[in-house]
């Protein structure tokens, strides 16, 4: 099976408000983790990643949280907005002695209510 | 920079027919990487390259075949098409070794096999 999932397939969320999608991964060697937003038609886009080493990365309107114990990854959107709007892809792979490839979960659809 | 470019963007072949999708990036990155993505589903890793005349499958590898003679450019072939390779193609590329950066992706391909 897959190493990387999310917990929720779509999330409506009203405009205006915080999004939070979730992120279950299973190899605890993984050292490098992104998340990748995908508008319909279009390739996946970086949005913001974060190493092992790390807990909390933050970004323009977005977060990443890192819970290593419990091997969960999230990512949250402040104020989210229509152009938010997407399919979410959370990936992980090892950096450290070698690039492996990216894993994707299955991605989670947030869908902004105006 | 035009980054990672795939062509065709659309394409239709018969059952049994050959064709090779072009994958091509500008960054000089060694490591390619072919995925597909049906509905509902993430990227699934069909093979990939860490650098020019090396190559290794992926999760899904049969019925495709790579080569990558130039660091540049990363084709994959079809063999003899088959309905079930109906889907959208993304190539990926990005820096090697140990450095922490993103994969990059093409606008995709999307594949239909009838």
């Known amino acids: 099976g897959e190493s990387v999932g999310l917990h929720l397939p779509t999330l409506s969320v009203q405009e205006g408000d915080n999004s939070i999608i979730n992120c279950a991964y299973s190899?605890?060697?993984?050292?490098?983790f992104i998340w990748y937003k995908q508008e319909s038609g279009k390739g996946p886009q970086f949005i913001i990643d974060?190493?092992?080493?790390?807990d909390k990365r933050q970004g323009q309107r977005v977060t990443v949280l890192l819970n290593k114990t419990v091997k969960h990854l999230s990512l949250q959107i402040a104020a989210t907005q229509p152009g938010d709007s997407a399919v979410y892809f959370c990936?992980?792979?090892?950096?450290?002695?070698?690039?492996?490839?990216?894993?994707f979960g299955k991605g989670t659809r947030l869908s902004v209510i105006a | 920079n035009a980054g990672v470019t795939q062509t065709p963007k659309f394409q239709v072949l018969k059952t049994g027919q050959s064709m090779t999708l072009q994958c091509a990036q500008d960054?000089?990155?060694?490591?390619m990487s072919w995925y597909r993505q049906d509905p509902g589903m993430g990227l699934r890793l069909i093979h990939y390259?860490?650098?020019?005349?090396?190559?290794d499958q992926g999760e899904v590898p049969n019925g495709y075949n790579v080569s990558r003679s130039t660091t540049e450019d990363f084709p994959l072939r079809l063999l003899s098409a088959a309905p079930s390779q109906t889907s959208v193609y993304f190539c990926?590329?990005?820096?090697?070794?140990?450095?922490?950066?993103?994969?990059?992706f093409g606008q995709g391909t999307r594949l239909t096999v009838v």
């Open positions: 190899n605890s060697a993984s050292d490098y």
């Open positions: 990936a992980e792979n090892i950096r450290s002695g070698g690039n492996t490839p990216l894993v």
């Open positions: 974060i190493r092992s080493n790390m």
């Open positions: 960054m000089n990155h060694e490591y």
């Open positions: 990926a590329s990005s820096p090697s070794g140990i450095l922490y950066t993103e994969a990059f």
């Open positions: 390259s860490v650098g020019a005349g090396i190559t």
